[in-house]
């Protein structure tokens, strides 16, 4: 694959800050911050007290604060849940000004001054840092006026949001989007799969439900990548069917180079080896998962 970048001008940050911010988000989030440092990234949640996602974003730190990115039509949503909660914490939520550059393909690692030692790991770039988030796939977070000249230095081909939406569908990585929030439980969503999720942590919203679906093993339904030959692109939380019974629905869209569209769809296990369609009837193709299912 030859290396690419792109402007992810599409993704927004939050910056959480205060003596109790590492406490504060321990409380409300899927995963263990208490166990993130400086040279890690992870994934991670909120849930409603059903245990459905409601936000999902990936966490690091910059400058000893926790830096939440999603994306940007999620940023209002996500600072006022959580603004609900700080009654007397010592935390403060703001936006970020900070800006990301994606860069990916077999020698990516070669256009970067420093490279992190293994996925979701973090190595410092001299304007702010660079994550690994595949073996192929990086990010570089850095202030906005450093991010022009970082990518008139690389000398890569430019792409687009839409490319780097498909590479992150082909890993499987699902985000929650205005039209999908509240519409699955992280493990519908694969997100513990992802190390989205810490089973061994205390509560925090819908913990009981995620953890006991968790220890009973009663996952219905399993996020999985397909293809589908359509001229019209389906949109998130679209409703997909197998016949006239409504399955599951689209969590993730991006155009293939190929023609039509890759998706990452929530279904119904019962209904895995079934023809599954749009509702406008176009049909899935399965394509390969870059992991295994449970």
């Given at each position: 694959?030859?290396?690419?970048?792109?402007?992810?001008?599409?993704?927004?940050?939050?910056?959480?800050?205060?003596?109790?911010?590492?406490?504060?988000?321990?409380?409300?989030?899927?995963?263990?911050?208490?166990?993130?440092?400086?040279?890690?990234?992870?994934?991670?949640?909120?849930?409603?007290?059903?245990?459905?996602?409601?936000?999902?974003?990936?966490?690091?730190?910059?400058?000893?604060?926790?830096?939440?990115?999603?994306?940007?039509?999620?940023?209002?949503?996500?600072?006022?849940?959580?603004?609900?909660?700080?009654?007397?914490?010592?935390?403060?939520?703001?936006?970020?000004?900070?800006?990301?550059?994606?860069?990916?393909?077999?020698?990516?690692?070669t256009f970067l001054e420093s490279v992190p030692e293994s996925v979701m790991g973090i190595a410092k770039h001299d304007s702010g840092i660079v994550i690994k988030l595949s073996e192929s796939r990086f990010e570089i977070v850095t202030e906005p006026e450093m991010a022009l000249s970082i990518l008139e230095k690389i000398d890569g081909r430019r792409a687009g949001k839409s490319e780097w939406e498909r590479l992150e569908i082909l890993d499987a990585i699902p985000v929650v989007l205005p039209e999908t929030e509240?519409?699955?439980?992280?493990?519908?969503?694969?997100?513990?799969?992802?190390?989205?999720?810490?089973?061994?942590?205390?509560?925090?919203?819908?913990?009981?439900?995620?953890?006991?679906?968790?220890?009973?093993?009663?996952?219905?339904?399993?996020?999985?990548?397909?293809?589908?030959?359509?001229?019209?692109?389906?949109?998130?939380?679209?409703?997909?069917?197998?016949?006239?019974?409504?399955?599951?629905?689209?969590?993730?869209?991006?155009?293939?180079?190929?023609?039509?569209?890759?998706?990452?769809?929530?279904?119904?296990?019962?209904?895995?080896?079934?023809?599954?369609?749009?509702?406008?009837?176009?049909?899935?193709?399965?394509?390969?998962?870059?992991?295994?299912?449970?």
């Amino acid at each position: 694959m030859n290396p690419f970048i792109v402007d992810l001008s599409h993704l927004g940050f939050l910056r959480v800050s205060g003596e109790d911010a590492r406490d504060f988000l321990q409380n409300l989030t899927s995963n263990d911050i208490s166990r993130l440092g400086e040279q890690s990234s992870q994934y991670s949640s909120l849930c409603s007290p059903k245990g459905r996602m409601l936000a999902s974003f990936l966490v690091f730190r910059m400058a000893g604060d926790f830096i939440l990115q999603m994306p940007k039509e999620m940023l209002e949503r996500v600072k006022k849940r959580l603004s609900m909660y700080i009654f007397r914490s010592r935390v403060s939520i703001l936006d970020a000004d900070l800006a990301a550059i994606g860069l990916s393909g077999s020698d990516a690692e070669t256009f970067l001054e420093s490279v992190p030692e293994s996925v979701m790991g973090i190595a410092k770039h001299d304007s702010g840092i660079v994550i690994k988030l595949s073996e192929s796939r990086f990010e570089i977070v850095t202030e906005p006026e450093m991010a022009l000249s970082i990518l008139e230095k690389i000398d890569g081909r430019r792409a687009g949001k839409s490319e780097w939406e498909r590479l992150e569908i082909l890993d499987a990585i699902p985000v929650v989007l205005p039209e999908t929030e509240g519409l699955f439980v992280p493990q519908m969503a694969n997100f513990e799969l992802i190390g989205g999720v810490s089973f061994q942590k205390g509560c925090y919203p819908g913990q009981e439900i995620v953890t006991r679906t968790h220890f009973l093993g009663k996952i219905k339904r399993r996020m999985m990548i397909a293809h589908v030959d359509s001229e019209i692109e389906p949109s998130p939380g679209e409703e997909l069917y197998c016949g006239e019974e409504a399955t599951g629905n689209v969590a993730r869209v991006a155009p293939s180079p190929e023609g039509g569209f890759d998706i990452l769809a929530v279904i119904h296990l019962e209904n895995r080896e079934s023809e599954i369609r749009l509702k406008s009837g176009t049909q899935l193709h399965w394509l390969p998962m870059p992991y295994a299912l449970p």
